[in-house]
């Protein structure tokens, strides 16, 4: 079993940053990647950002330049840091990841942590 903590969520005003962090424990052989997704109300969950383990990063367009994804493998952590915040950045940000467990990957989500942009 895996578990994914996330922490950083809050109210920031339009054109404020935030930092999301997601920390990951269990029982695992290597985590392979992780990233962070949203989910805004009436819409479906979108991909924000991902980084492999060797540190090879994927970015939404909406996101380039604005966020910046990191991980410390050695503590099996990841981290969004998010500037320039919009109101349509507001979300439920949902951390994951895919672990080696045995000789199988499998995927595993964070409980999310909301993020509101006041404009």
């Known amino acids: 079993q895996v578990q994914l903590v996330e922490s950083g969520g809050g109210l920031v005003q339009s054109g404020g940053s935030l930092r999301l962090s997601c920390a990951a424990s269990?029982?695992?052989?290597?985590?392979?990647?992780m990233g962070w997704y949203r989910q805004a109300p009436g819409k479906q969950r979108e991909l924000v950002a991902a980084i492999t383990r060797g540190g090879s990063t994927n970015y939404a367009d909406s996101e380039k330049g604005r966020f910046t994804i990191s991980r410390d493998n050695a503590k099996n952590t990841v981290h969004l840091q998010m500037n320039s915040l919009k109101p349509e950045d507001t979300a439920v940000y949902y951390c994951n990841g895919d672990f080696l467990i045995g000789a199988h990957t499998y995927r595993y989500w964070g409980q999310g942590t909301q993020v509101t942009v006041s404009s």
């Open positions: 269990g029982s695992f052989i290597s985590v392979i990647s």
